[in-house]
């Protein structure tokens, strides 16, 4: 008797969440879940013989003046900041980072995000 009341509970439950009442009025209310992934990482002022050890100076360029925009990654890139200030915003909950010129950031594939560039930036960039 105990099991079928359980089981009667967690199939209520069930139900009442994938309602469009439940969708409207009550799942806005839990906290947003953290995706699990990586966070992007930043290495400040690497050292000269790491960049080199990863060709960093071999890398292409790129650069934006200042703005917001978003982006997915679809592969991971580790860039190498020349000039700038920038916070890049995960959606999905994982941890926002900072970072500008002498930096050396990856960010992880699969990411979106949001660009928030603060002061004008330029970049060596690898995908990979």
């Not at 992934?37 to 050292?47: Q, T």
């Not at 926002?96 to 060596?124: E, I, Q, R, Y």
């Amino acid at each position: 008797f105990q099991i079928l009341q359980i089981f009667s509970f967690v199939v209520g439950t069930f139900s009442f969440l994938h309602s469009s009442a439940a969708t409207k009025s009550n799942l806005g209310r839990f906290p947003k879940l953290k995706m699990s992934g990586e966070e992007i990482e930043v290495v400040n002022n690497p050292s000269q013989e790491k960049l080199d050890a990863l060709g960093v100076f071999k890398w292409g360029t790129w650069g934006c003046d200042v703005s917001n925009f978003d982006w997915t990654y679809s592969d991971r890139e580790t860039a190498y900041i020349l000039e700038g200030e920038v916070t890049v915003a995960p959606k999905d909950g994982r941890k926002a980072a900072s970072f500008g010129k002498g930096d050396l950031v990856t960010f992880p594939a699969g990411m979106s995000c949001t660009w928030d560039v603060k002061k004008a930036v330029s970049k060596h960039f690898k995908f990979g």
